[in-house]
Nanobody, 122 residues
Framework: QVQLQESGPGLVKPSQTLSLTCTVS??????????WTWIRQPPGKGLEWMGA???????YYSPSLKSRTSISRDTSKNQFTLQLSSVTPEDTAVYYC??????????????WGQGTQVTVSS
């Protein structure tokens, strides 16, 4: 069973860069056909897909966040990392890491982390 765990600061100041790491156990982030993703949920709103890094190392980003988002990985540690720059209070959310495989018509999600609250405030 693949398990994911988010880690990072819970409080970030406006204009700074938010950085979160997802540590994966029970499976490899280089396993064929799996995508490793960051998803967030602002208070009172729905889930927002931010981007993903594929088993190959290719990255994909939400168009609305692309200019501020970077996802990278460390295969030696079986981790992948989110960086979101120039944060504002609107980036306050619970941030989740998860994995999925592409399926007809969408994505077949597998495992999720428990989520981590990040608040942007001075």
């Amino acid at each position: 069973q693949v398990q994911l765990q988010e880690s990072g600061p819970g409080l970030v100041k406006p204009s700074q860069t938010l950085s979160l790491t997802c540590t994966v156990s029970g499976g490899s982030i280089t396993t064929n056909y799996y995508y490793w993703t960051w998803i967030r949920q602002p208070p009172g709103k729905g889930l927002e897909w931010m981007g993903a890094i594929a088993y190959s190392g290719s990255t994909y980003y939400s168009p609305s966040l692309k200019s501020r988002t970077s996802i990278s990985r460390d295969t030696s540690k079986n981790q992948f990392t989110l960086q979101l720059s120039s944060v504002t209070p609107e980036d306050t959310a619970v941030y989740y890491c998860a994995n999925y495989r592409l399926a007809v018509g969408g994505a077949d999600f597998g495992s999720w982390g428990q989520g981590t609250q990040v608040t942007v405030s001075s």
